[in-house]
């Protein structure tokens, strides 16, 4: 079974939230400055390329990155394909083919071909799931939704759809570069790092299939 790799490689150039931190990963040891190994730092938002977001993010005293269930992070899950949708609305999953039962969906949108710039700006008009659209899903019994840009919800109203969503125990998993991706069934591995209480972390996204 191929492995396909979704995630993001982190660079300084990698497009940040507006306000974030950058990427900023200096090598405070370096084997061509005379050290006799090499170590880099890294400094970054927890919310930096391919990662999730935990409870805490939108929800005050909520849970930490480190307590997601990696049930819910490790399964069957359907990549689907939005074509030219400019959000993802409770109308427009209807039309979706979103099997009852799914768990796991992953939305391949127009977003996509943003990854094929070589440019570090962050778009803002990126398709994203509305606060109706976030109850659907939370509705339908959807645990983990993944998008292909930086936020699951749009740039001028990210409240709530980030509130239903981690409200309701559902993972966000958002920048995953679903480019060469097929839509279809595949098996998902998303291994956040274990940062403890943190409100997201980066992660490490492969589709097996
Ligand atoms: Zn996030």
């Not at 993010?57 to 005293?61: D, K, L, P």
């Not at 943190?198 to 972390?201: F, N, P, R």
């Given at each position: 079974m191929p492995i396909h790799d979704i995630t993001l490689t982190i660079t300084p150039s990698l497009p940040v939230w507006p306000g974030?931190?950058?990427?900023n990963l200096?090598?405070?040891a370096r084997m061509d400055r005379g050290d006799v190994y090499n170590l880099t730092r890294i400094d970054i938002s927890a919310h930096t390329g391919t990662h999730l977001d935990a409870p805490a993010?939108?929800?005050?005293?909520g849970a930490g990155v480190e307590t997601l269930d990696l049930n819910v992070l490790i399964g069957p899950s359907l990549v689907v394909d939005t074509g030219d949708a400019d959000a993802l609305t409770a109308d427009v999953l209807a039309s979706l083919p979103i099997p009852a039962g799914t768990q796991r969906v992953l939305f391949?949108?127009?977003?996509?071909?943003?990854?094929?710039?070589?440019?570090?700006?962050f778009v803002e008009d990126f398709v994203a799931v509305t606060g109706d659209g976030a109850q659907w899903l939370v509705d339908r019994g959807v645990r983990l939704?993944?998008?292909?840009?930086?936020?699951?919800?749009?740039f001028d109203d990210p409240v709530p759809c980030h509130r239903i969503?981690?409200?309701a125990g559902v993972i966000p998993v958002e920048g995953l570069d679903l480019r060469v991706i097929a839509p279809g069934?595949?098996?998902?591995?998303?291994?956040p790092i274990k940062i403890g209480g943190?409100?997201?972390?980066p992660c490490r996204a492969v589709l097996i299939g």
């Open positions: 974030d931190p950058p990427v200096p090598q405070p993010h939108f929800i005050a005293g391949k949108t127009r977003s996509s071909e943003l990854w094929n710039r070589s440019e570090d700006v939704v993944g998008v292909d840009y930086l936020s699951v919800a749009p969503l981690l409200a069934e595949y098996q998902l591995i998303c291994l943190s409100d997201g972390a």
